[in-house]
């Protein structure tokens, strides 16, 4: 046997694996592929997270710290820098940008 017949072999078995895999997936498999997470909570429209983990500083971070780290965070996901992207990514966007603006009341209300 030489490589090329070898090389043959191979692909048509990944080839095969594929189509067997594409054939016999399950309706409802796609249909989990677009649910949140169980943690989600629909009212705040994000995963409810305490503020710093959310901004990525420390808990007893300095003001001007919080600060720089939601406008890092507010500049990343704000709705103009996705705006030419894909609903999905805008609308992920926006439900992170609600996040980061939740977390950053909740570190100005507990300062």
């Known amino acids: 046997m030489t490589w090329v017949e070898a090389a043959s072999i191979a692909a048509g078995l990944a080839i095969g694996y594929w189509l067997v895999s ?5 309706p409802d498999e796609d249909a989990d592929a677009g649910m949140p997470p169980p943690e989600f909570d629909a009212q705040t429209g ?7 983990e959310v ?3 420390s808990e007893w971070a300095s003001d ?3 600060a720089a780290a939601y406008r890092a965070k507010a500049a990343q996901y704000h ?5 030419t992207m894909g ?3 805008r609308a992920l966007a926006a439900l992170k ?3 980061i603006n939740a977390a950053w009341r909740d570190a100005r209300r507990r300062r």
Not at 22 to 26: A, D, G, P
Not at 79 to 83: F, G, I, Y
Request: glycine share 4%; net charge negative; proline share 10%.
């Open 22 to 26: 594409v054939f016999t997936r399950r």
């Open 46 to 52: 994000g995963v409810e997270r305490p503020w710093h």
């Open 55 to 57: 901004l990525d500083v």
């Open 64 to 66: 001007e710290e919080v």
């Open 79 to 83: 709705p103009d820098k996705v705006a």
């Open 87 to 89: 609903p999905e990514i």
């Open 97 to 99: 940008m609600a996040e």
